[in-house]
């Protein structure tokens, strides 16, 4: 998909991040007096749909918000204020969008969906036309996205992302923005209940896997709520719920890859995919390809373990081990 922005309504011009907000949300996530316009209730979102010639679709996986509750819910657990710069994925009808915009942030909304796209700034003139200038709409599908292709955060120290996100590629989503953009440092997203328990899952537990371990290299996750079906059209046949992440500091010697003697993000993920391709094989039969037995003795790792008992920080020690060797001239197998 290619990349199209629009940041205002059609045929107003104004330009994406205008001048500084003027409106914020209280403390209770409802809008302060100062805060200008609504956000989307059931009909607002059927009618908005029927305008723009939009349905639901499976292939994008689309099921839109229609409590305001939710999307102010959300925000509050995200603490965006006026001060942030929020990346929105997949704003669908603008549910979200407008309820981010309402705490006075200036954010950046990335829609797969052409008609949706051409569709949100003229929702957000609607409902909340004092926002239009805060908004940018990138028509892209969001793992094409890059610090190239997307520059409005290119200058942030750091920004975050708030997001309802597909199902389907929620995971993908969040581990390639969270390799691409280093300055992404928090999150909070709305996904299927099954997938926040598996990217909030801890070492040992049956749903502990590859995207557990691969987003504890970055920082750390947790559940913070369920979302009901009921708050969705159309309904989905599963239930949701938040997930919040927090990026480690770049300085913080909690995350793997900090300190002069840091792991190989790749090596690590490498190894962390190895393991849990086989899952209910011992490391030393899942990994015999790669690593050498005398590795894990350097690691202090018992190869007996199976991949899911190992945190992040063993899966780190493994190939800082196996890097150390291959420096050395010691494994045979260069795992790259």
Do not use: C
Not at 1 to 6: D, G, I, V
């Amino acid at each position: 998909m290619e990349t199209e922005t629009t940041s205002a309504p059609t045929g107003k011009g104004t330009e994406a991040q205008a001048a500084a907000p003027t409106s914020q949300a209280s403390a209770d996530g409802h809008p302060t007096a100062s805060a200008a316009g609504r956000l989307l209730g059931a009909a607002d979102i059927r009618r908005i749909a029927d305008e723009a010639g939009v349905s639901p679709t499976k292939k994008f996986g689309q099921n839109f918000v229609i409590d305001p509750g939710t999307v102010r819910r959300i925000v509050r657990e995200a603490g965006v204020t006026a001060t942030d710069h929020v990346m929105e994925v997949g704003p669908g009808l603008g549910s979200l969008t407008l309820a981010i915009l309402e705490t006075g942030a200036t954010m950046t909304a990335v829609e797969i969906d052409p008609p949706l796209a051409e569709r949100l700034p003229d929702t957000v003139a609607e409902f909340m036309p004092d926002a239009a200038g805060r908004l940018t709409v990138v028509n892209r599908d969001a793992l094409t996205v890059t610090p190239q292709n997307m520059p409005d955060f290119n200058d942030d120290r750091s920004f975050t992302l708030v997001a309802n996100l597909p199902y389907n590629v929620a995971t993908p989503i969040l581990l390639t923005l969270l390799e691409r953009f280093d300055n992404l440092g928090s999150f909070l997203v709305m996904v299927q209940k099954e997938v926040a328990d598996r990217l909030s899952a801890k070492p040992g537990s049956k749903i502990y896997g590859t995207p557990s371990v691969k987003l504890a290299w970055y920082g750390t996750a947790e559940r913070v709520g369920t979302i009901g079906r009921n708050v969705f059209w159309p309904a989905p046949n599963v239930d949701s719920a938040l997930v919040k992440f927090t990026r480690y500091a770049a300085d913080d010697p909690a995350a793997p890859d900090s300190g002069p003697d840091a792991a190989d993000r790749e090596l690590t993920f490498k190894l962390i995919d190895a393991a849990f391709g086989q899952r209910r094989k011992t490391l030393h039969a899942a990994l015999k390809q790669l690593v050498p037995s005398d590795v894990f003795t350097a690691a202090n790792i018992d190869q007996t373990r199976r991949g899911e008992t190992l945190t992040i920080e063993e899966f780190a020690s493994l190939a800082k081990a196996l890097q150390a060797a291959e420096a050395a001239g010691v494994a045979t197998e260069v795992a790259r």
